[in-house]
């Protein structure tokens, strides 16, 4: 299978990066060509700003994305409702499963949600399962639960495993995983604004 790791049109939030001090609310690419343009930067401002960048999201060493045709790694979250109740990978043999990597702080996420929303209760009856993943707490997934009046599955991934198991360095990032676990489809970044990409749409459609 042809390998197709899609990358959708920024604004995305990269742990990656270096933060840009401008106040873009942006991260910058931390290249070669990058650090030349913007070697003017403080080094103490730019060590702070990436320290605070991996602390939001627990970012640890990993093997990267997954790519669309391998094996997806197996993941264990708890559920914002039931905290004490936890699902894997594996709880979703046989069935197509969507999943949102996201943050309550993320404008792009947050702009994203009410589509993946759209897109899972359309196929629901047609057996597509979702996850939607968050290192937050719960009590911060609750409240953006109660403003947006979302009844989206939130799950928290409080130790950060799935985010590492995954290769997460930039949110959102939206997954498809097929009855046979392996991946169908990925993803990082969102349009603000725009419609949901018509590959993602496309890849339920054929899954289901």
């Known amino acids: 299978m042809i390998e197709q790791v899609r990358s959708r049109p ?3 939030y990269n742990l990656n990066e270096d933060f840009d001090p401008v106040g873009n609310n942006v991260f910058l690419m931390s290249s070669k060509k990058s650090l030349r343009r913007h070697r003017s930067f403080d080094v103490k401002l730019t060590a702070l700003a990436l320290a605070v960048a991996l602390v939001c999201l627990g ?3 990993s093997d990267g994305l997954p790519s669309v045709g391998s094996a997806a790694p197996n993941f264990k979250v708890a559920s914002a409702d039931e905290p004490s109740k936890a699902v894997q990978l594996g709880d979703f043999h046989g069935k197509v499963l969507l999943v949102d990597f996201w943050a309550t702080w993320c404008a792009p996420c ?3 949600l ?3 929303r759209d897109l899972w209760n359309s196929n629901r009856s047609k057996g597509l399962e979702m996850v939607a993943i968050s290192q937050e707490s719960v009590a911060d ?3 953006y639960k109660t403003e947006s009046g979302s009844d989206l599955p939130f799950f928290t ?3 950060g495993s799935a985010n590492k198991a995954y290769g997460i360095d930039g949110l959102p990032t939206t997954l ?3 009855k046979d676990g392996h991946v169908l489809y990925s993803s990082v970044g969102a ?3 725009g419609e949901l990409d018509k590959d993602l749409v496309d890849a339920v459609a054929k899954a289901l």
Do not use: S, T, Y
């Open 10 to 12: 920024n604004p995305l």
């Open 59 to 61: 970012c640890q060493p």
């Open 110 to 112: 947050r702009d994203e």
């Open 114 to 116: 009410p589509k993946l």
């Open 141 to 143: 997934i609750e409240k």
């Open 157 to 159: 991934d409080a130790d």
């Open 176 to 178: 498809l995983i097929g």
């Open 191 to 193: 349009e603000m604004g």
